[in-house]
């Protein structure tokens, strides 16, 4: 790794953030907390659901629909790296006993994490009256991702970390009061523990690559972006999964023409929040680059590939 170029984090300043962040699933859903499907629950720089040919009312369904496959695939992603956080405390032992614990910490937030995400499901289902798809199973997406090297799978874990943080600050806090609150609520209280999770994840990817050399790195590279070809093709899955729930919903049935166009578009959308999003962003890039400049050319050369035609968002990709 070259010095100085990722952001120094400790564990003591990461347990003490931790510490300020409590909260109970029971906090956030259950049925004296009912969400509003009179209006949004994601802002529409998120999930494009605002698509011609749809009245204000499908477009209020495509979100809600959206709005469940996010949670979705976090929960997904989630199975996934709490597996890869509880095998890392575990080559700490005690040594570093505040670095266990945050580990530790990280792990029992995600197990938490999921158990939200499947109680907004049955909270979502009840509410929206037509049951919505996800890709899966959960176990067959983790085994797949888990095969590939720890250090490939922390990669993955970092971008979708620091792709959390992304999306709240940049979309959802400044849209809240349009939101549904209790949607809001829910995603304000996942960014404020992913804020540690992403810094310690960058940790967990500097101790890794330490003891690797520049082969066992560069095939970590190469892990990583087998397991972003991966999930993109998971999302254009589930693009077809909220086609048809939307139709469900709406009690219609698009032409082909309409189909081909609400697919295009959110093939784009679920592209940029779940893949460009985390590639783009700039801790993401730094300790990518830390570990290879070379290795981030090729993550920057994925990210043309899904953006070929769209030159602002390539531009984002350029190695500084």
Same mark, same amino acid.
């Given at each position: 790794?070259?010095?100085? %170029?990722?952001?120094?984090?400790?564990?003591?300043?990461?347990?003490?953030?931790?510490?300020?962040?409590?909260? !109970?699933? $029971?906090?956030?859903?259950?049925?004296?907390?009912?969400?509003?499907?009179? /209006?949004?629950?994601?802002?529409?720089?998120?999930?494009?659901?605002?698509?011609?040919?749809?009245?204000?009312? $499908?477009?209020?369904?495509?979100?809600?629909?959206?709005?469940?496959?996010?949670?979705?695939?976090?929960?997904?992603?989630?199975?996934?790296?709490?597996?890869?956080?509880?095998?890392?405390?575990? %080559?700490?032992?005690?040594?570093?006993?505040?670095?266990? !614990?945050?580990?530790?910490?990280?792990?029992?937030?995600?197990?938490?994490?999921?158990?939200?995400?499947?109680?907004?499901?049955?909270?979502?289902?009840?509410?929206?009256?037509?049951?919505?798809?996800?890709?899966?199973?959960?176990?067959?997406?983790?085994?797949?991702?888990?095969?590939?090297?720890?250090?490939?799978?922390?990669?993955?874990?970092? +971008?979708?970390?620091?792709?959390?943080?992304?999306?709240?600050?940049?979309?959802?806090?400044?849209?809240?009061?349009?939101?549904?609150?209790?949607?809001? /609520?829910?995603?304000? +209280? +996942?960014? !404020? $523990?992913?804020?540690?999770?992403?810094?310690?994840?960058?940790?967990?990817?500097?101790?890794?690559?330490?003891?690797?050399?520049?082969?066992?790195?560069?095939?970590?590279?190469?892990?990583?972006?087998?397991?972003? /070809?991966?999930?993109?093709?998971?999302?254009?899955?589930?693009?077809?999964?909220?086609?048809?729930?939307?139709?469900?919903?709406?009690?219609?049935?698009?032409?082909?023409?309409?189909?081909?166009?609400?697919? /295009?578009?959110?093939?784009?959308?679920?592209?940029?929040?779940?893949?460009?999003?985390?590639?783009?962003?700039?801790?993401?890039?730094?300790?990518?680059?830390?570990?290879?400049?070379?290795?981030?050319?090729?993550?920057?050369?994925?990210? +043309?590939?899904?953006?070929?035609?769209?030159?602002?968002?390539?531009?984002?990709? %350029?190695?500084?």
């Amino acid at each position: 790794m070259t010095a100085a %170029t990722v952001p120094k984090y400790s564990y003591p300043a990461i347990l003490k953030d931790a510490a300020r962040v409590s909260w !109970q699933v $029971e906090d956030l859903i259950g049925p004296h907390r009912p969400l509003d499907f009179a /209006r949004p629950f994601l802002p529409e720089a998120l999930v494009q659901a605002q698509i011609p040919g749809l009245s204000a009312r $499908e477009s209020l369904a495509l979100n809600h629909i959206r709005s469940h496959s996010y949670l979705h695939l976090f929960g997904l992603v989630e199975e996934f790296i709490l597996p890869l956080v509880v095998d890392h405390a575990k %080559t700490l032992g005690c040594d570093d006993i505040a670095a266990t !614990q945050a580990y530790l910490g990280f792990a029992a937030e995600e197990s938490k994490h999921i158990r939200l995400f499947r109680q907004f499901a049955t909270a979502f289902e009840a509410g929206f009256g037509h049951r919505c798809e996800g890709i899966g199973p959960p176990q067959a997406i983790a085994d797949f991702v888990l095969s590939h090297s720890p250090l490939g799978v922390a990669l993955v874990t970092l +971008h979708i970390e620091w792709m959390t943080q992304r999306h709240f600050l940049e979309s959802v806090r400044g849209q809240q009061d349009d939101l549904d609150p209790q949607f809001c /609520r829910l995603l304000k +209280h +996942h960014w !404020q $523990e992913e804020a540690q999770h992403a810094r310690l994840d960058a940790l967990m990817v500097e101790s890794m690559a330490q003891s690797l050399g520049s082969d066992a790195i560069a095939a970590a590279v190469d892990d990583y972006l087998a397991i972003i /070809r991966y999930l993109d093709q998971g999302l254009k899955a589930q693009v077809q999964l909220d086609i048809t729930s939307l139709e469900r919903a709406i009690r219609r049935k698009f032409s082909i023409t309409e189909r081909d166009e609400i697919q /295009r578009i959110q093939e784009r959308s679920y592209q940029n929040a779940f893949l460009i999003a985390g590639m783009t962003h700039p801790s993401f890039k730094q300790s990518v680059q830390a570990l290879s400049a070379a290795g981030y050319d090729q993550i920057a050369a994925l990210g +043309h590939d899904f953006l070929s035609d769209d030159n602002s968002l390539c531009s984002e990709l %350029t190695t500084q």
